[in-house]
């Protein structure tokens, strides 16, 4: 049981590229979710799903776009990575939302 | 709207003394509230989780909490600290079936010999 499986673990990017963060749990979870973690502000959310085809913005939404074809992945895209966006960003899954959530190991994007 | 404050940015024990993360909550309706754990460059680990079964929560290592809605809290307790519990700890608010957490700002636990 593999969990919640993030790639790639580390990125550089340069400003003005796009590239996709891929998420995929193994546990056949309905709710998954991304957040960006930046020192000193915890967690942010920034996309989250309640189930396949099911996709609304959290609270810090702007310069990602994500999708929900299949209950297993939630890929996050940047569409032109800026600065800014530098920071470590993580999926996590859960089966109900009110159990708590699986969380992946992260990936650590600079943009530079 | 529901939000989650972690009192202390930083807390330091020694090894062998009891430990307390105090975490306050505002919301709405009964919470669904977690504490997670996340040790450096590593992701984040679930401890415990209230979700009005039993006010006082058991959780891993040795870890423990007591919902108290008369005071809004959620404070995290061990007896005794371990160097290996040095890490950073969240308090969590889970917004029922939302799918939304909104995450405290986070509690550094330093753990000295």
């Known amino acids: 049981n593999a969990g919640v499986t993030q790639t790639p673990k580390f990125q550089v990017l340069k400003t003005g590229q796009s590239m996709t963060l891929q998420c995929a749990q193994d546990m056949n979870h309905e709710y998954m979710s991304w957040y960006r973690q930046d020192p000193g502000m915890g967690l942010r959310l920034i996309h989250y799903s309640v189930g396949a085809g099911i996709t609304d913005q959290g609270e810090v939404p702007n310069g990602y776009n994500v999708s929900r074809s299949t209950t297993e992945d939630f890929p996050l895209r940047l569409l032109s990575a800026a600065p800014s966006q530098t920071s470590v960003y993580f999926c996590a899954s859960s089966r109900t939302g009110g159990n708590g959530y699986t969380f992946g190991s992260g990936t650590r994007l600079t943009v530079v | 709207a529901q939000s989650v404050t972690q009192l202390d940015s930083h807390v330091s024990v020694s090894e062998g003394t009891p430990v307390l993360l105090r975490c306050n909550y505002s919301?709405?309706?009964?919470?669904?509230l977690f504490w997670y754990v996340q040790h450096p460059n590593k992701g984040l680990q679930l401890l415990l989780k209230?979700?009005?079964?039993?006010?006082l929560v058991k959780g891993i290592n040795g870890f423990e909490a007591e919902f108290k809605k008369s005071e809004t809290s959620f404070h995290l307790t061990k007896p005794s600290a371990h160097m290996s519990d040095a890490a950073e700890y969240f308090c969590?608010?889970?917004?029922?079936?939302?799918?939304?957490?909104?995450f405290g700002q986070g509690t550094t636990l330093q753990v000295k010999p």
């Open positions: 919301s709405s309706y009964s919470p669904s």
């Open positions: 209230y979700t009005s079964a039993a006010t």
């Open positions: 969590v608010g889970g917004s029922g079936n939302t799918g939304k957490l909104i």
